[in-house]
């Protein structure tokens, strides 16, 4: 097993570059089931969640293969291996159930083994079956697996009109990708707005799709007979700009954010400036200096482009350090407060009640050896770790190579102690 030890106290000062989103590449890298061309993704971030994805779509039967310049892929798949998602991979990464639309598109079969709770929640697909069976699909549940298959007098799926009960970002990927090579006119009501979805949309726009309102609660997709391969960059990942922004206030520091987009994270900007944090933006940079103390800022998660619940952990780390107290409220998960033992662990003034949590910053913090229990959750222990004096060790590290690009190579060139250890 592997930790990260660190010795912090250190205010951060450097550049960081910020690397493609995790959460736009993975349903991207799927849009490679939905045409039999050569698909070609760069400032694809080297993570794990992108290697489960890779090797779930190799079992699907797509040939990948890294470019030279590191970050970019090339994928074509050129017939369909096994229609199968198996439960190894997909309770590994959620987001493998990104396949189940594009399979029902192009192939007409998918039998996706259903995810499974993590830590932060049940998380359900239920949504993302039901806006399949608007299209047409038949759906079975059979030892763990959705059996998906469209009814062989209707060739492939139709258009048809889905609203979500509720906003759900991989629901709206999935009713996305697979409407766009339906029969038909497909009308998505109440979809999510995330920036990542307009990406999904941008690039089967350009393989021929034709989807409009993308990035707005309504999105019709007109489906086409066949769809093109392209050369795609991924854009910039929101939440690891948004984490390394909390590094610098947390530690006091000052750090430059490039290869980024401000626009995509708009919610944890407003934040941080009403904290008391200087923040100059760029076209492709924010610059973020610390000069001044912290005040406490309540915040609530929300659907974008709302206060993003992938921040909320790390929100809540640079509140403990803030002068005065502050309230957040977890909208979005049922279970989402996993990281508040783990910070308390380092003397941080935390009660949750129910869907809040409030937090009364404080400035006797010292390190602690703690355990990350997922993906948000192991960045906030990092976060207070190197705002705080003393030594922190952080076990299960595992999760963080799931979503942070090289993590400790950014954070050591800014100056933190930083460095990854075996341990029994
Ligand atoms: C995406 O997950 C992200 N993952 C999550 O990021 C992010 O936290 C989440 O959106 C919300 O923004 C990827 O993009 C790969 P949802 P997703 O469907 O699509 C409920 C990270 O750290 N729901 O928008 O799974 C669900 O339980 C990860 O990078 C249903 O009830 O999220 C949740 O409470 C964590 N039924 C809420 O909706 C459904 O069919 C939002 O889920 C689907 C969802």
Redesign the pocket.
């Known amino acids: 097993m592997q930790a990260i030890k660190i010795h912090g106290g250190v205010p951060l000062e450097g550049t960081i570059p910020i690397s493609g989103s995790?959460?736009?590449a993975?349903?991207l890298m799927t849009l490679s089931l939905l045409t039999n061309d050569r698909f070609i993704l760069s400032n694809v971030p080297e993570l794990a969640?992108i290697n489960t994805m890779k090797c779930l779509l190799e079992q699907h039967g797509a040939s990948i293969h890294r470019l030279d310049n590191g970050n970019s892929y090339e994928l074509k798949v050129e017939g369909l291996l096994s229609s199968e998602a198996p439960y190894d991979l997909v309770r590994k990464?959620?987001?493998s159930?990104?396949v189940l639309g594009p399979l029902l598109a192009k192939y007409g079969q998918a039998k996706v083994s259903l995810?499974g709770g993590?830590a932060?929640?049940?998380?359900?697909?239920?949504?993302?079956?039901?806006?399949l069976e608007s299209l047409g699909a038949e759906i079975n549940l059979k030892s763990g697996y959705v059996e998906a298959k469209v009814p062989k007098h209707m060739g492939r799926l139709k258009g048809g009109h889905i609203v979500?009960?509720?906003?759900?970002?991989?629901?709206?990927?999935n009713a996305m990708m697979a409407a766009s090579l339906a029969n038909g006119k497909t009308i998505i009501e109440n979809a999510?707005r995330?920036p990542?979805i307009l990406d999904l949309a941008n690039c089967l726009n350009l393989m021929g799709a034709k989807i409009s309102g993308a990035g707005s609660s309504i999105i019709t997709i007109e489906g086409v007979e066949g769809l093109n391969g392209i050369n795609y960059k991924v854009l910039p990942d929101r939440?690891e700009t948004g984490t390394y922004a909390i590094a610098a206030a947390i530690t006091r520091g000052c750090l430059k954010l490039t290869n980024t987009d401000p626009n995509l994270l708009e919610a944890v900007i407003i934040a941080l400036e009403a904290s008391g944090v200087n923040i100059e933006v760029g076209e492709d940079f924010i610059n973020i200096d610390t000069s001044k103390k912290i005040r406490g800022v309540d915040i609530q998660t929300e659907?974008?482009p709302g206060f993003?619940?992938?921040m909320q952990a790390q929100w809540m780390a640079l509140m403990a350090t803030a002068d005065g107290a502050a309230m957040l409220t977890e909208t979005?998960?049922?279970n989402?407060f996993m990281h508040v033992p783990e910070l308390v662990r380092f003397g941080a003034n935390i009660n949750v009640h129910g869907k809040s949590a409030i937090i009364r910053g404080s400035e006797d913090l010292s390190g602690a050896p703690v355990m990350a229990t997922?993906?948000?959750a192991s960045v906030s222990l990092v976060l207070l770790g190197l705002a705080t004096h003393g030594t922190t060790v952080i076990n299960r590290v595992y999760h963080l190579d799931?979503?942070y690009e090289k993590l400790e190579k950014k954070l050591e060139s800014c100056g933190a102690s930083i460095e990854r250890i075996n341990i029994k």
């Open positions: 995790k959460n736009a993975l349903p969640d990464m959620r987001a159930v990104l995810p993590c932060i929640g049940t998380r359900p697909i239920d949504f993302h079956l039901k806006a979500f009960p509720s906003i759900t970002v991989g629901g709206t990927e999510a995330e990542e939440i659907p974008y993003p619940t992938d979005i998960f049922e989402r997922d993906l948000r799931r979503g």
